[in-house]
C-alpha cells in the first residue's frame, strides 16, 4: 500500500491513520459524538509531515450523515491540493476485519452499527475469504436480531438489540482508521461517495425542478 492517509469520521469516532509499507506509522482515535469537524483536521496535522500523503482512504460510511459528509468532504480536499487518488471503504468492512484479526476462530460474524431513527445498519461477513455475505441493510432492531440468525454480532448497535446472549456479543466497537490497513484493495477502493445504508432524510419537494 503507497503511503496513505486514512480518515473515519462516519460514527461516533473521529479517527485518522497514516500507513506507509504496510505498517502503520502514526495514528489517532477519539470519541467525538458530533465534533468531527472540529477535531478532524488538527488530527491529520498532528500526524507526521502533517499527514502528507500519496493516496488518500476515507470511510463512506454507513453512519452518521453529517459524520461521513465531513471525512469526504476532508479527503476529497486534500486530494485535490496534494493533487493525489482518493477511495474509500466501509465502516461496516473495517470493524468486521478487526473483529477477525481479534478472534482468528470466527468464521463468520454480523456488524450492527447504530443507523439513527430507531434503526440499525446491519451486514455479515465471512472470514476466509474475507468478503460480505450480504448486502449492507437498515433495519429495526427487531428484525436485525431476527435476521442475524445464531451469528456472533459486533458493532456500536448492540446497545440497541435486546435478547442477544452474551457470548455472541464481541464487543461494542467502532471503526477505527488504522484498520484499513488489513482490508483488501478490492474493499479500499470504493467511489468516495456517501455510503449512507438508508434513504436520505431530506426530500424534494413535490414538483421541484432545479433550474
Do not use: N
Not at 450492527?112 to 449492507?136: C, I, K, N, R, Y
Not at 437498515?138 to 459486533?154: C, G, K, Q, W, Y
Amino acid at each position: 500500500m503507497a503511503k496513505t492517509l486514512v480518515i473515519d469520521t462516519a460514527t461516533a469516532a473521529c479517527s485518522v491513520a497514516l500507513i506507509d509499507d504496510d505498517a502503520v506509522v502514526a495514528a489517532r482515535h477519539e470519541l467525538v459524538g458530533r465534533g468531527h469537524a472540529e477535531r478532524l483536521l488538527p488530527m491529520i496535522a498532528e500526524l507526521p509531515d502533517g499527514g502528507r500523503a500519496a493516496r488518500v482512504l476515507v470511510d463512506c460510511g454507513p453512519g452518521s450523515f453529517t459524520g461521513v459528509r465531513v471525512g469526504l468532504a476532508a479527503a476529497l480536499a486534500l486530494g485535490i491540493g496534494w493533487g493525489v487518488p482518493v477511495s474509500g471503504y466501509s465502516s461496516t468492512a473495517a470493524v468486521a476485519i478487526a473483529a477477525f484479526a481479534a478472534d482468528p476462530d470466527l468464521e463468520a460474524l454480523a456488524v450492527v452499527l447504530e443507523g439513527g431513527h430507531g434503526e440499525v445498519f446491519m451486514q455479515p461477513f465471512t472470514a476466509s475469504p474475507f468478503a460480505a455475505s450480504a448486502d449492507l441493510v437498515s433495519l429495526t432492531p427487531e428484525r436485525a436480531v431476527a435476521s442475524i440468525d445464531a451469528l456472533p454480532i459486533v458493532g456500536s448497535g448492540l446497545s440497541w438489540l435486546t435478547d442477544v446472549p452474551s457470548e455472541r456479543q464481541l464487543g461494542k466497537t467502532l471503526p477505527r482508521a488504522a484498520d484499513a490497513i488489513r482490508l483488501p484493495s478490492l474493499l479500499t477502493s470504493l467511489p468516495p461517495r456517501p455510503l449512507y445504508g438508508r434513504a436520505p432524510d431530506a426530500k424534494p419537494m413535490a414538483g421541484y425542478r432545479p433550474a
